[in-house]
């Protein structure tokens, strides 16, 4: 084997694709054809052509394309990583999370804290939780790692605070007692995917 | 026993191993991985979890109770092998919870590990559940039987290891397995499962509560979320704390912990120890050792102006008062200002031991007792002299109790204080009960039973020889006797004469020698010849533990003596142990006084400037969890403590650099101690802190033992002076050693009298007791492992000044009335 | 005489206020221009539609610290912009605004001073308006200045030259200086409009009047991706301000040419009163302006030069040949 092939550095697949540009005239005579064909093509005017259709469109087909941001707001996907929000079960409206405190373990900018303690009905109480958003990249690692889909992204996006550190509690992030009716399983990362049933295996059951 | 190396093939790799090493150990000493949930290093093999299967010159063997042989070839993986392990697993993950996330073994959990070692992603059997609760077995236990695998490791330490046997496998009413499943499934899963299914872990008492030592041993060794710590449940993750290797600071073993800390909430982000582990497959720890550890001291600040003061205190002190709740570089600044300024140095834990050490190396021409504990674990015999093993030292009883359950040893407990606890050690254990003030006698028993009569100086051997005594005791024997009976034959109506042979009790006299020793120890010479005999049979080392009384003793010089004597004409292994955390440290380090003068500078002592550890004096220091530095234990290892939680103010070296004797770091002492005590040169930063995998200790390093000069052991007569009346023993109930610990939350023993429950009733609730120099006002607690009249009244406390009460002995005459 | 005094200040006054009036609605009508070519809104939330958005920045422009470099030339810096602003309005003296009209009964021609060199003095004035990037650029000891000085140095020469050339055409036709004689050359209607009998000179006048007001595609003198803002780098508040009233004022200034002096003036047409006409025309070179601007790239220095010289240039001087030679015939 030659060594040429291994002084090409050029990495990776070369899906390059040349375009058809024609050549670039020399001598001042090809120059000048270039220049006559294209202002006998009039190409400058289609560049005009093409803004003023554009104004048109916006102005009178109603293409305009602005949102008044803080008046109007785009649907964002619902699999959006924004401000966290906590879940409850549907049936008893009590918080899911159970303080495994494996969002806070896989949380690369470490911004999750839980205390958790031994409740008066023997189960773990998850008594604080915090979450410091000056911290949180939004990886969504902490939904997709909630064995309990109880920490799951939000939508709400907007995250301007007047503290470098801002923070979320418990309370803050669960969903309010009044809208559970209201509440929506979250589809992004750590949801069950479509296929989840098909590759389950089932644990046989004595009863 | 014997020392002859083998060689063993596991996995194609050569072992060199012990003669009689299990093939476990074997594979762990060479870093070669055998699953194993059952089995405990230090224990009997307990076959629950049969998960350590191998393949051994192609017989499948359980590797924890299968001895390795010379030129075996072991294969730990084969096809079959790793079938029947996944099963195994398969069956434990039956019905086991699947709240990993709540649990407290999350993250380090035994049946996690194994359950993805052996890639069981699937589950083949099932049977329907059996409603397990959870239940507090004591003030720090917590068992939740439906996380239980039923491995019995916790059985086992607690009989093996900790002696207390205070738990045992119950019945769980679990359903039948299906007989199909005997053909179908492993025939290893199958048994375990069977077992598995009929049991659970109750106290063995029959009660719901465990009636222990509170050690929390047993929740060290689960290997799954079942035994927890009642203060430690949910309340951190594993993963969450930092681990950070230390010794723990309570008594003379110093054993080898791991303090683990983390913020203690959101809102408050100091460290704090969340728990105490251990490396239990090498090191038992006790309750005190476990729990106690919360006793950091949070009041200090950098505050100038105390700094100046406990300076002034210093230079103008006649004496500085101490104990040996102190580091081994505290102790050497404190003798460097002894040298420098002239103070008095007393500490009266410390003093009569240090007497007694000096006393022992005259005698032995050497520094330090000969062997350590750690030396003993391999014997069969062990006698314990002037120890109270049960509250003394937890390391020297584990020890006691190890060598009964793990080398079908025997035992010798000289106290005056019964315990019901240590003859249930094993089945060769003679107590001898006897007054105190006798322990020279007994150390003459011991003479008399083990040594080389050769060796023993003349008028020894005349007085052994005086305590014999030619005496007749009557014995019933069984003989056969020829009967002869007329039988009726019921079909026929026959008469027959049949002759029978019976047996048939017959008492006879019989001549012996009596011990007049064993009589005055408080056994029974008659029978005493008999077990010793038995007891003796097949043994081979011999250990000895020398406990405090001996150093608390008006005699102690004496009893040095009969000490040395011993380890010279017999083949014992003594060790002594030290009565406080680091009194061999201290009595090494420090050049101790007798009594006080001029004022008194109280390092975690009261005196008239207290420097203190707890928050409550003049000045404030570390405490043992917060600083730096080494502990000398009883094994003669100095060992490093590291700093687990922050601390704020000034150390005893800032007071030091302050009167320009100081170094740049505590540590940096470390390499000051005296190399003619034993010391080495070595800097704190090299020492290692650990275990290797072949169970020995890398920690710290050993201390040399010494030659002096040899003065001769001059043996005293023995004079009578067995206390009567009243007695206290000065003596601590077990989980509490110093001021430390009393502060920790989780150690409830109280400062009270303690006795046995028919003298508990006599005294009352509460009683004033009366010494010669002062009194004292205490509850009364009862202690049910004591026997006999001797009350027992706590030390822990320095502020009450009960060595003061005490004086130089362990035991005084008291009177006690009802308040 | 007193009364044409009194009406030349007015008038000066009226055109000062209008003109930089509508320079300051020029930038809103920019915005909203190219928002509305890349279909976005503009500003909208000053005002209706944003109109006030003007005043908001009129008065952040005011408001601001009027800032000079430690090592500036501090004279010059601060004259700079003046030179600038003024040019374009005193250009402007010379072009008439609106046909003439009777106020109260006074007849009032829009014009400052009807001079008969109007259109000499129009493009002298705008020659002049150089020195103001010319020594700004050069005033404020900033790299990017001198270099954007630098280009307006042989940017506005170069152009002067075409600009001049591509005039001369039409004046020979009209036989005069004055813009209203040019108007007057015009007044038969659409057929009259000079740009059918001079379309190249239109078209030359249109280029090299685009680079006068250093306009896309010509606008190197302050190209951000190049020279940050060229001679006007260290300028803040109403200095940087002037500039750009310059710059619009000139802008008028150019459209008002072009109409004059191609599409008939203010001339009415048909129906629409001469007035109306001239406006929408100049509106229709403004709007020609800011479309271009959203449609063509701007072209690279040595582009700039060969146009000018190499085929403006030549152009200019064949068609004056070609005029000259018709006007013989």
Same mark, same amino acid.
């Given at each position: 084997?030659?060594?040429?092939?291994?002084?090409?550095?050029?990495?990776?697949?070369?899906?390059?694709?040349?375009?058809?540009?024609?050549?670039?005239?020399?001598?001042?005579?090809?120059?000048?054809?270039?220049?006559?064909?294209?202002?006998?093509?009039?190409?400058?005017?289609?560049?005009?052509?093409?803004?003023?259709?554009?104004?048109?469109?916006?102005?009178?087909?109603?293409?305009?394309?602005?949102?008044?941001?803080?008046?109007?707001?785009?649907?964002?996907?619902?699999?959006?990583?924004?401000?966290?929000?906590?879940?409850?079960?549907?049936?008893?409206?009590?918080?899911?999370?159970?303080?495994?405190?494996?969002?806070?373990?896989?949380?690369?900018?470490?911004?999750?804290?839980?205390?958790?303690?031994?409740?008066?009905?023997?189960?773990?109480?998850?008594?604080?939780?915090?979450?410091?958003?000056?911290?949180?990249?939004?990886?969504?690692?902490?939904?997709?790692?909630?064995?309990?889909?109880?920490?799951?992204?939000?939508?709400?996006?907007?995250?301007?605070?007047?503290?470098?550190?801002?923070?979320?509690?418990?309370?803050?992030?669960?969903?309010?007692?009044?809208?559970?009716?209201?509440?929506?399983?979250?589809?992004?990362?750590?949801?069950?995917?479509?296929?989840?049933?098909?590759?389950?295996?089932?644990?046989?059951?004595?009863? | 026993?014997?020392?002859?190396?083998?060689?063993?093939?596991?996995?194609?790799?050569?072992?060199?191993?012990?003669?009689? +090493?299990?093939?476990?150990?074997?594979?762990?000493?060479?870093?070669?991985?055998?699953?194993?949930?059952?089995?405990?290093?230090?224990?009997?093999?307990?076959?629950?979890?049969?998960?350590?299967?191998?393949?051994?010159?192609?017989?499948?063997?359980?590797?924890?109770?299968?001895?390795?042989?010379?030129?075996?070839?072991?294969?730990?993986?084969?096809?079959?092998?790793?079938?029947?392990?996944?099963? @195994?697993?398969?069956?434990?993950?039956?019905?086991?919870?699947?709240?990993?996330?709540?649990?407290?073994?999350?993250?380090?959990?035994?049946?996690?590990?194994?359950?993805?070692?052996?890639?069981?992603?699937?589950?083949?059997?099932?049977?329907?559940?059996?409603?397990?609760?959870?239940?507090?077995?004591?003030?720090?236990?917590?068992?939740?039987?439906?996380?239980?695998?039923?491995?019995?490791?916790?059985?086992?330490?607690?009989?093996?290891?900790?002696?207390?046997?205070?738990?045992?496998?119950?019945?769980?009413?679990?359903?039948?397995?299906?007989?199909?499943?005997?053909?179908?499934?492993?025939?290893?899963?199958?048994?375990?499962?069977?077992?598995?299914?009929?049991?659970?872990?109750?106290?063995?008492?029959?009660?719901?509560?465990?009636?222990?030592?509170?050690?929390?041993?047993?929740?060290?060794?689960?290997?799954?979320?079942?035994?927890?710590?009642?203060?430690?449940?949910?309340?951190?993750?594993?993963?969450?704390?930092?681990?950070?290797?230390?010794?723990?600071?309570?008594?003379?073993?110093?054993?080898?912990?791991?303090?683990?800390?983390?913020?203690?909430?959101?809102?408050?982000?100091?460290?704090?120890?969340?728990?105490?582990?251990?490396?239990?497959?090498?090191?038992?720890?006790?309750?005190?050792?476990?729990?106690?550890?919360?006793? +950091?001291?949070?009041?200090?600040?950098?505050?100038?102006?105390?700094?100046?003061?406990?300076?002034?205190?210093?230079?103008?002190?006649?004496?500085?008062?101490?104990?040996?709740?102190?580091?081994?570089?505290?102790?050497?600044?404190?003798?460097?200002?002894?040298?420098?300024?002239?103070?008095?140095?007393?500490?009266?834990?410390?003093?009569?031991?240090?007497?007694?050490?000096?006393?022992?190396?005259?005698?032995?021409?050497?520094?330090?007792?000969?062997?350590?504990?750690?030396?003993?674990?391999?014997?069969? !015999?062990?006698?314990?002299?002037?120890?109270?093993?049960?509250?003394?030292?937890?390391?020297?009883?584990?020890?006691?109790?190890?060598?009964?359950?793990?080398?079908?040893?025997?035992?010798?407990?000289?106290?005056?204080?019964?315990?019901?606890?240590?003859?249930?050690?094993?089945?060769?254990?003679?107590? !001898?009960?006897?007054?105190?003030?006798?322990?020279?006698?007994?150390?003459?028993? @011991?003479?008399?039973? !083990?040594?080389?009569?050769?060796?023993?100086?003349?008028?020894?051997?005349?007085?052994?020889?005086?305590?014999?005594?030619?005496?007749?005791?009557?014995?019933?024997?069984?003989?056969?006797?020829?009967?002869?009976?007329?039988?009726?034959?019921?079909?026929?109506?026959?008469?027959? +004469?049949?002759?029978?042979?019976?047996?048939?009790?017959?008492?006879?006299?019989?001549?012996?020698?009596?011990? #007049?020793?064993?009589?005055?120890?408080?056994?029974?010479?008659?029978?005493?010849?008999?077990?010793?005999?038995?007891?003796?049979?097949?043994?081979?080392?011999?250990?000895?533990?020398?406990?405090?009384?001996?150093?608390?003793?008006?005699?102690?010089?004496?009893?040095?003596?009969?000490?040395?004597? @011993?380890?010279?004409?017999?083949?014992?292994?003594?060790?002594?142990?030290?009565?406080?955390?680091?009194?061999?440290?201290?009595?090494?380090?420090?050049?101790?006084?007798?009594?006080?003068?001029?004022?008194?500078?109280?390092?975690?002592?009261?005196?008239?400037?207290?420097?203190?550890?707890?928050?409550?004096?003049?000045?404030?220091?570390?405490?043992?969890?917060?600083?730096?530095?080494?502990?000398?234990?009883?094994?003669?290892?100095?060992?490093?403590?590291?700093?687990?939680?922050?601390?704020?103010?000034?150390?005893?070296?800032?007071?030091?650099?302050?009167?320009?004797?100081?170094?740049?770091?505590?540590?940096?002492?470390?390499?000051?101690?005296?190399?003619?005590?034993?010391?080495?040169?070595?800097?704190?930063?090299?020492?290692?802190?650990?275990?290797?995998?072949?169970?020995?200790?890398?920690?710290?390093?050993?201390?040399?033992?010494?030659?002096?000069?040899?003065?001769? @052991?001059?043996?005293?007569?023995?004079?009578?002076?067995?206390?009567?009346?009243?007695?206290?023993?000065?003596?601590?109930?077990?989980?509490?050693?110093?001021?430390?610990?009393?502060?920790?939350?989780?150690?409830?023993?109280?400062?009270?009298?303690?006795?046995?429950?028919?003298?508990?009733?006599?005294?009352?609730?509460?009683?004033?007791?009366?010494? +010669?120099?002062?009194?004292?006002?205490?509850?009364?607690?009862?202690?049910?492992?004591?026997?006999?009249?001797?009350?027992?009244?706590?030390?822990?406390? #320095?502020?009450?000044?009960?060595?003061?009460? !005490?004086?130089?002995?362990?035991?005084?005459?008291?009177?006690?009335?009802?308040? | 005489?007193?009364?044409?005094?009194?009406?030349?200040?007015?008038?000066?006054?009226?055109?000062?206020?209008?003109?930089?009036?509508?320079?300051?609605?020029?930038?809103?009508?920019?915005?909203?221009?190219?928002?509305?070519?890349?279909?976005?809104?503009?500003?909208?939330?000053?005002?209706?539609?944003?109109?006030?958005?003007?005043?908001?920045?009129?008065?952040?422009?005011?408001?601001?610290?009027?800032?000079?470099?430690?090592?500036?030339?501090?004279?010059?810096?601060?004259?700079?912009?003046?030179?600038?602003?003024?040019?374009?309005?005193?250009?402007?003296?010379?072009?008439?605004?609106?046909?003439?009209?009777?106020?109260?009964?006074?007849?009032?021609?829009?014009?400052?001073?009807?001079?008969?060199?109007?259109?000499?003095?129009?493009?002298?004035?705008?020659?002049?308006?150089?020195?103001?990037?010319?020594?700004?650029?050069?005033?404020?000891?900033?790299? /990017?200045?001198?270099?954007?000085?630098?280009?307006?140095?042989?940017?506005?020469?170069?152009?002067?030259?075409?600009?001049?050339?591509?005039?001369?055409?039409?004046?020979?036709?009209?036989?005069?200086?004055?813009?209203?004689?040019?108007?007057?050359?015009?007044?038969?209607?659409?057929?009259?409009?000079?740009?059918?009998?001079?379309?190249?000179?239109?078209?030359?006048?249109?280029?090299?009047?685009?680079?006068?007001?250093?306009?896309?595609?010509?606008?190197?003198?302050?190209?951000?991706?190049?020279?940050?803002?060229?001679?006007?780098?260290?300028?803040?508040?109403?200095? &940087?301000?002037?500039?750009?009233?310059?710059?619009?004022?000139?802008?008028?200034?150019?459209?008002?040419?072009?109409?004059?002096?191609?599409?008939?003036?203010?001339?009415?047409? /048909?129906?629409?009163?001469?007035?109306?006409?001239?406006?929408?025309?100049?509106?229709?070179?403004?709007?020609?302006?800011? &479309?271009?601007?959203?449609? /063509?790239?701007?072209?690279?220095?040595?582009?700039?030069? &060969?146009?000018? /010289?190499?085929?403006?240039?030549?152009?200019?001087?064949?068609?004056?040949?070609?005029?000259?030679?018709?006007?013989?015939?």
């Amino acid at each position: 084997m030659s060594l040429d092939k291994l002084k090409n550095r050029n990495v990776g697949v070369q899906n390059y694709k040349m375009l058809d540009l024609g050549h670039t005239p020399e001598s001042g005579w090809g120059k000048f054809k270039q220049v006559l064909k294209r202002s006998v093509k009039l190409e400058l005017f289609v560049g005009l052509k093409v803004t003023i259709r554009e104004m048109f469109k916006a102005l009178f087909m109603g293409e305009m394309h602005t949102v008044k941001y803080p008046f109007e707001k785009l649907p964002i996907s619902p699999r959006y990583r924004a401000i966290h929000e906590m879940k409850r079960l549907l049936e008893s409206g009590h918080y899911r999370c159970i303080g495994c405190g494996l969002c806070e373990k896989i949380c690369i900018s470490n911004c999750i804290k839980m205390d958790t303690r031994y409740d008066e009905e023997q189960r773990k109480e998850v008594s604080d939780y915090t979450i410091n958003f000056g911290r949180c990249i939004f990886c969504g690692y902490c939904a997709e790692v909630c064995p309990e889909l109880a920490i799951v992204h939000g939508g709400r996006y907007e995250t301007a605070s007047e503290q470098r550190a801002s923070y979320s509690n418990f309370e803050d992030m669960l969903t309010p007692m009044d809208e559970l009716m209201n509440q929506k399983e979250y589809p992004g990362f750590g949801a069950p995917t479509p296929v989840a049933d098909k590759n389950i295996k089932k644990t046989p059951l004595a009863y | 026993m014997s020392d002859n190396l083998i060689t063993v093939t596991i996995d194609g790799i050569e072992c060199k191993a012990k003669e009689g +090493e299990y093939i476990l150990n074997v594979a762990r000493a060479n870093d070669i991985f055998i699953p194993a949930i059952c089995y405990l290093t230090r224990c009997s093999p307990t076959l629950a979890c049969r998960i350590c299967l191998v393949e051994a010159d192609g017989k499948r063997v359980y590797s924890c109770n299968a001895k390795a042989k010379d030129g075996m070839e072991i294969v730990t993986q084969t096809e079959e092998i790793l079938e029947e392990r996944r099963a @195994i697993m398969e069956v434990y993950d039956v019905n086991h919870p699947l709240q990993c996330g709540v649990c407290d073994q999350h993250g380090e959990c035994e049946l996690q590990n194994y359950t993805l070692e052996l890639k069981v992603d699937s589950q083949h059997y099932a049977i329907a559940d059996t409603k397990r609760g959870n239940v507090n077995w004591s003030s720090v236990l917590h068992y939740d039987a439906g996380l239980c695998i039923v491995c019995e490791r916790c059985v086992t330490v607690c009989k093996d290891m900790i002696g207390d046997a205070a738990i045992k496998t119950g019945p769980r009413g679990g359903d039948k397995l299906d007989k199909e499943l005997k053909d179908s499934m492993p025939k290893d899963a199958y048994a375990m499962w069977n077992k598995l299914q009929k049991s659970v872990i109750v106290p063995s008492n029959g009660t719901e509560h465990t009636n222990c030592s509170d050690c929390g041993e047993c929740t060290a060794v689960c290997p799954v979320g079942a035994l927890t710590e009642r203060d430690f449940i949910y309340k951190a993750n594993p993963w969450d704390l930092r681990e950070i290797p230390s010794a723990c600071a309570h008594c003379s073993s110093a054993c080898h912990i791991y303090y683990e800390t983390r913020a203690e909430s959101i809102d408050n982000p100091t460290e704090k120890i969340f728990r105490v582990k251990n490396e239990w497959n090498y090191q038992t720890l006790c309750g005190a050792g476990r729990f106690g550890y919360d006793y +950091e001291n949070t009041t200090a600040k950098k505050d100038p102006e105390a700094l100046a003061k406990a300076v002034e205190a210093i230079k103008s002190a006649g004496t500085i008062k101490f104990n040996s709740t102190i580091t081994n570089e505290e102790a050497k600044m404190l003798q460097t200002l002894k040298e420098k300024f002239g103070v008095k140095l007393v500490n009266n834990e410390v003093k009569p031991f240090a007497d007694f050490l000096s006393h022992y190396s005259k005698a032995a021409g050497q520094m330090l007792y000969k062997d350590s504990f750690a030396d003993m674990s391999e014997c069969d !015999f062990i006698v314990s002299v002037g120890a109270k093993l049960r509250n003394d030292n937890p390391a020297a009883r584990y020890l006691f109790n190890n060598i009964q359950k793990m080398n079908k040893g025997a035992g010798m407990y000289f106290h005056p204080v019964g315990d019901t606890l240590i003859p249930t050690f094993g089945k060769s254990i003679q107590t !001898f009960e006897h007054k105190p003030g006798d322990e020279e006698s007994a150390l003459l028993l @011991i003479l008399d039973l !083990f040594a080389d009569k050769d060796k023993l100086p003349d008028d020894v051997k005349a007085k052994l020889d005086a305590s014999k005594e030619k005496r007749t005791k009557t014995v019933t024997e069984k003989v056969m006797e020829e009967v002869t009976e007329t039988v009726v034959d019921k079909e026929t109506g026959e008469e027959k +004469e049949v002759t029978k042979k019976v047996p048939k009790n017959v008492k006879k006299e019989v001549e012996y020698e009596a011990n #007049s020793l064993v009589e005055k120890l408080g056994a029974n010479p008659e029978t005493f010849e008999d077990d010793f005999a038995k007891m003796m049979k097949k043994k081979e080392s011999f250990a000895l533990v020398v406990g405090e009384d001996f150093y608390f003793h008006p005699k102690s010089k004496n009893l040095a003596n009969l000490i040395a004597l @011993i380890e010279e004409s017999t083949e014992f292994k003594v060790a002594f142990i030290p009565p406080k955390s680091n009194a061999l440290g201290v009595a090494l380090i420090c050049d101790l006084d007798e009594t006080c003068e001029g004022s008194t500078v109280g390092y975690n002592e009261p005196a008239d400037f207290t420097i203190s550890a707890l928050g409550n004096g003049d000045f404030d220091i570390p405490a043992m969890n917060q600083q730096e530095g080494t502990t000398t234990n009883m094994n003669k290892r100095v060992v490093p403590l590291n700093a687990a939680l922050d601390y704020n103010g000034y150390e005893l070296n800032d007071i030091m650099n302050a009167l320009g004797l100081g170094k740049n770091l505590t540590i940096d002492w470390t390499e000051c101690l005296p190399t003619d005590k034993g010391f080495q040169l070595a800097k704190f930063d090299d020492l290692p802190n650990g275990f290797r995998n072949d169970k020995t200790e890398n920690r710290g390093y050993v201390l040399a033992n010494l030659s002096v000069e040899k003065s001769g @052991i001059e043996i005293e007569d023995i004079e009578d002076n067995a206390l009567e009346g009243d007695i206290a023993y000065r003596c601590n109930p077990q989980r509490q050693f110093n001021d430390f610990t009393n502060k920790a939350h989780q150690i409830f023993e109280k400062f009270a009298l303690y006795a046995s429950k028919e003298r508990a009733e006599q005294l009352g609730d509460f009683v004033k007791v009366e010494f +010669e120099n002062g009194g004292l006002e205490l509850p009364v607690e009862v202690d049910e492992r004591i026997t006999g009249d001797i009350v027992e009244i706590p030390d822990f406390k #320095s502020e009450l000044d009960v060595y003061g009460l !005490f004086g130089k002995d362990r035991y005084a005459k008291v009177t006690i009335t009802k308040v | 005489m007193d009364g044409y005094i009194i009406a030349t200040v007015i008038k000066a006054i009226l055109i000062l206020a209008v003109i930089s009036a509508l320079a300051g609605f020029g930038t809103y009508i920019e915005r909203k221009i190219l928002a509305f070519i890349q279909r976005r809104l503009g500003p909208m939330h000053v005002g209706p539609f944003g109109v006030l958005q003007i005043a908001a920045d009129g008065i952040k422009l005011f408001t601001k610290e009027d800032f000079i470099p430690s090592g500036a030339n501090k004279i010059v810096f601060m004259v700079a912009p003046i030179i600038t602003a003024a040019t374009a309005f005193i250009a402007l003296a010379a072009v008439p605004l609106l046909p003439e009209f009777t106020l109260f009964g006074i007849d009032v021609k829009p014009i400052v001073s009807d001079m008969n060199i109007g259109i000499l003095f129009v493009i002298a004035m705008m020659g002049v308006g150089l020195y103001g990037p010319l020594l700004a650029g050069m005033a404020q000891e900033n790299k /990017w200045g001198i270099i954007g000085s630098a280009r307006t140095a042989i940017q506005f020469l170069s152009y002067e030259v075409v600009t001049g050339l591509s005039l001369l055409a039409p004046i020979m036709m009209v036989g005069s200086l004055s813009l209203i004689d040019f108007n007057t050359y015009q007044a038969g209607g659409i057929g009259h409009w000079i740009v059918w009998t001079q379309p190249v000179a239109f078209i030359l006048f249109l280029i090299s009047g685009f680079a006068e007001t250093n306009r896309t595609p010509f606008d190197l003198l302050e190209n951000e991706a190049e020279v940050i803002s060229g001679y006007a780098t260290e300028y803040s508040g109403m200095r &940087w301000g002037m500039f750009f009233i310059g710059e619009y004022a000139n802008m008028i200034t150019i459209g008002f040419l072009a109409s004059l002096i191609f599409l008939g003036g203010f001339n009415p047409l /048909w129906i629409i009163p001469g007035g109306l006409a001239i406006i929408l025309k100049v509106a229709f070179f403004f709007f020609l302006m800011l &479309w271009v601007r959203s449609a /063509w790239p701007h072209i690279r220095p040595d582009q700039l030069m &060969w146009l000018c /010289w190499k085929v403006l240039m030549p152009l200019a001087v064949i068609n004056i040949l070609i005029t000259g030679l018709v006007m013989m015939a």
